[in-house]
């Protein structure tokens, strides 16, 4: 379902309260989340990311749908993410940024007269609590021109490519970096995309790591009956040149940037 979206303005937003989200069954049907770039190492651990373009430009997202792309595998029957780390646009929705501005989504579940923060204080001015969300929202999206930049220059290249279309699979309108695709940075050219744009040398490690985490589909049961099927060898997997490390303290210092507090 589709909520209406308001800018952050006082005049918009008179007598309206928010809350956070507690749960995220209002996600349950979002294939993707737009990235920040505070976030990339701790998405890659849990999640697949690919490259997506709206209008000219190609940004990084973290792909949450299943195998068939019917809906959000991390979103349990109880609207609980099942998964450790939640992507940052979906923790501070109903907010979101568009453009250089940000919008409000009036979703009643989150939106109206109750909720926990007033959008306006008792003069009807914009409350310092949505001041201050609005500032660390924008301070958050500080890093989009150099993922957007990076983003294009992987697909430009031929690093991120668009999977070819299966029939049944998800993701198709998406480019992803195959997992030896980090290859074609850091190896012979890593002078030349560092040069360019180190950025997507980081983006590129991160994005071939985080093709663990996509979605397969389920193996088919084999009858006693049935004559078993020849088995195909697969190839070893390449395993990238580098793995961020396992210890999620070990990034705290780069959520800085997006913490939300009141």
């Known amino acids: 379902m589709s909520f209406p979206r308001v800018p952050l303005r006082p005049d918009r937003l008179q007598n309206l309260r928010w809350s956070f989200p507690g749960t995220y069954a209002f996600a349950r049907d979002r294939l993707t989340v737009p990235l920040i770039h505070t976030e990339i190492l701790r998405v890659a651990r849990e ?21 068939d792309g019917a809906g ?51 003069a009807g001015a914009l409350s310092s609590a949505a001041q201050d969300v609005s500032r660390q929202l924008l301070k958050a999206d500080l890093g989009a021109p150099a993922l957007r930049e990076a983003s294009g220059a992987l697909v430009a290249d031929g690093v991120a490519q668009m999977r ?9 309108h998406l480019a ?8 074609e940075l850091i190896g012979p050219r890593v002078a030349e995309w560092y040069a360019r744009t180190p950025s997507a040398v980081e983006l590129a490690i991160a994005a071939a790591f985080s093709n663990t985490f996509l979605p397969r589909a389920a193996s088919q049961t084999v009858l006693l009956h049935e004559p078993r099927p020849a088995e195909i060898p697969h190839p070893a997997a390449i395993q990238p040149l580098y793995v961020p490390p396992a210890a999620p303290a070990d990034l705290d210092w780069l959520d800085t940037n997006e913490k939300i507090a009141f």
């Open 47 to 67: 999640y697949p990311i690919a490259f997506a373009q709206e209008t000219e430009a190609w940004h990084p997202v973290a792909y949450l749908g299943d195998v």
């Open 72 to 122: 959000n595998r991390f979103v349990g029957a109880d609207g609980n993410w099942i998964a450790r780390y939640v992507p940052f646009w979906l923790r501070v929705y109903p907010f979101v940024r568009d453009s250089d501005a940000v919008l409000v989504i009036l979703d009643p579940a989150l939106v109206g007269v109750a909720g926990a923060h007033a959008f306006t204080d008792e």
């Open 164 to 172: 070819s279309a299966e029939p049944g699979r998800a993701g198709d």
């Open 176 to 183: 992803f970096v195959a997992a030896a695709g980090s290859r």
